[in-house]
């Protein structure tokens, strides 16, 4: 896996009622963790796939705590850089089952063409290609060298959701986004429609519904797939979508049907949500094979393939997000 994209360091506050201006609100409980792109990172990671991140941290505390997480979570970071700037910040307020939040960005002085030169040799490239990314010529090279790129645009702030920002995606394995996105970039009138639409530009069409599970369709092998949601205990959603895409990209990897795809997609998102923070959210397969378990006899059923799939390795407990550093 390569990924690229750019790096926050998250605070995250849950159990929180929502914020009213000139008061003081306590939270239940607080997490320090790499986010952004790294959020993808980690869960490729603690799945087991050998995962290359590209990034730009800051040179200051916060940059330099995140660098070594990633590397004790075993992802290479010799294609990343350390730039004269104060490290992206979000604060995440978790409150009412979501979430708001806060982020304070700089922009990298280095565009990513520049300290990534020829990306490596890699099976699959996870990156948002939103702005101006999309104009890149790095994940061009990478696709071109026999990469599957599976790609996010994102929210448009402007309101615009100009079809033309898709257009890079025509170069692409996949695009994954959620269903309130896909219908206002497609104007669909609801998330079927709009996966038949986007099939057209990318070979998997993939739209999460968040606590209802996704619904995918393969133009090439010609299967849809449509996965339900799993009742979990919510502490905090944030990174849930991250920890989607990098188990969807794991299973496409493995050639699985896309059903088995599709649920694995959510299972691992789902249980992302049980845990404080996105990037130390994500499970590992001790999360994945301890939850199949105690698995209902439905969910039972429904991941009876699970311990079929389970890599040769020793399955250790994943860290947790720390109040501080």
Not at 108 to 134: H, K, Q
Not at 150 to 171: C, I, K, M, Q, T
Request: aromatic share 8%.
């Amino acid at each position: 896996m390569f990924l690229h994209g750019d790096v926050f360091v998250d605070l995250v506050f849950a159990g929180l009622e929502a914020p009213q201006p000139g008061t003081e609100i306590y939270a239940g409980a607080m997490g320090t963790l790499p986010g952004g792109i790294a959020t993808l990172a980690v869960a490729c990671a603690r799945l087991g796939l050998t995962t290359a991140l590209a990034a730009g941290f800051g040179d200051d505390t916060y940059g330099r705590w995140m660098r070594t997480v990633l590397e004790q979570e075993g992802v290479d970071l010799s294609r990343s850089v350390t730039l004269p700037q104060p490290t992206n910040v979000t604060v995440c307020l978790g409150y009412d089952g979501d979430r708001a939040m806060v982020t304070r960005e700089h922009a990298a002085e280095v565009s990513a063409d520049e300290f990534i030169g020829t990306p490596p040799s890699v099976r699959a490239v996870i990156t948002d290609l939103g702005g101006n990314r999309g104009s890149h010529r790095w994940w061009r090279e990478a696709a071109a060298g026999g990469a599957k790129v599976f790609a996010d645009v994102g929210w448009d702030p402007s309101g615009a959701w100009d079809p033309a920002r898709l257009e890079p995606l025509r170069e692409c394995e996949a695009f994954t986004p959620n269903e309130a996105e896909a219908m206002r970039f497609t104007g669909a009138a609801t998330p079927e429609a709009a996966l038949e639409v986007l099939a057209e530009i990318v070979p998997l069409a993939v739209l999460t519904r968040g606590a209802h599970g996704a619904i995918a369709f393969d133009r090439v092998s010609g299967e849809r797939a449509e996965s339900d949601g799993i009742a979990v205990g919510l502490v905090d959603p944030t990174g849930a979508g991250d920890v989607f895409t990098a188990a969807l990209v794991y299973g496409r990897l493995q050639a699985w049907p896309l059903q088995r795809v599709l649920d694995f997609a959510v299972l691992c998102a789902s249980l992302s949500v049980t845990e404080l923070g996105g990037s130390l959210a994500a499970p590992g397969w001790h999360e994945i094979t301890t939850w199949f378990t105690k698995a209902s006899d439905d969910n039972w059923r429904r991941y009876s393939w699970i311990p079929s799939v389970v890599p040769p390795l020793a399955h250790e407990k994943v860290r947790r997000a720390p109040e501080t550093f």
